[in-house]
């Protein structure tokens, strides 16, 4: 019973603020949500980053460890998506990225958090930074055909991950009123991004169901296996595997389905990706938490 009572407080916040935005939505009531990416992306996150890095006394090695993990994590879902893709005989520019890039942001930050506290949490963004860090260079890049580094200068968060390293390395202490405002911005940042996930799932279709449904399970179930292996195998902490395991299993990202349809590379399948990630996702959480915990 008190495992249930556990898996309960860490699941539901997770699916019931996303089902506030879904309703409202539904509802027909306004929710501007490039305004809340926009946000999320150029203030939110950034604060959220800077806070969890240095409030959180985490050793640098520990992070620099953990960004490793990830890049390998990330590598491995580029290899199994490509093998997929190849044997299904699907164009990488239209589907890879959302068999590479989950929803680390939306689901993965709030499932750390809840599940291994504020620590897990710092973990978490590190997977985070490089996810979106990725998703928005080389995800991007693979939609549109060419890559620009500018879009990675023009990065907020890069700036903000940075500055957590270098304080963390001098072992600086922020002044009270600074890390009081880096926590009140990154306060509102898990709460909007379960939000606006509830709104845009509000406004995606199912399409090509048994095909869209074999990538989603390799999305979810391909990314379990790699997070495993990665952490298992290379010797990582509790810790920082289970991170891995949680973030590497988050349903496909819906800046994908965003990118898609901006280059016009099936918008309607990736949409369909990312609605039966999440659907699946929460009938797969209580099993994966209960692994990972």
Known sequence: MDLLHQLAAIILPVLVVPAIGFIWARSGNTFDNRFVTQLVTNIGTPALAADALTR???ETGALVEMAGLTAICFAGFLVLGLIVLRVMRLP???????LIFPNTGNMGL??????????????AVVFFAISITAQFTIGMSLA?????????????????????LVALSFGWQLPAYAS???????????PLMLL???VSLAQLRVTRLPRNLLLSLVRLGGGAVVGFLVGHF???SDL??????IQSTMPVAVFNYLFAQYYNREPADVASMVVITTALSFVTLPLLLYFVL
Not at 144 to 164: D, E, N, V
Not at 240 to 245: D, N, P, R, S
């Open 56 to 58: 959180i006394r985490v």
């Open 92 to 98: 990488n520019h239209s589907y890879l990225p959302a």
């Open 110 to 123: 709030p499932l750390a958090l809840f599940a291994f506290g504020n620590e897990g949490l710092a973990f």
């Open 144 to 164: 549109s055909g060419s890559f620009s580094i500018a879009r990675l200068a023009r990065m907020p968060l890069i700036y903000a991950i940075i500055f957590a």
């Open 180 to 190: 009081n405002t880096l926590q009140l911005l990154g306060g509102v940042t898990i």
């Open 196 to 198: 606006a996930l509830g």
């Open 234 to 236: 290379i010797g990582a």
């Open 240 to 245: 920082a595997t289970g991170v891995l395991i």
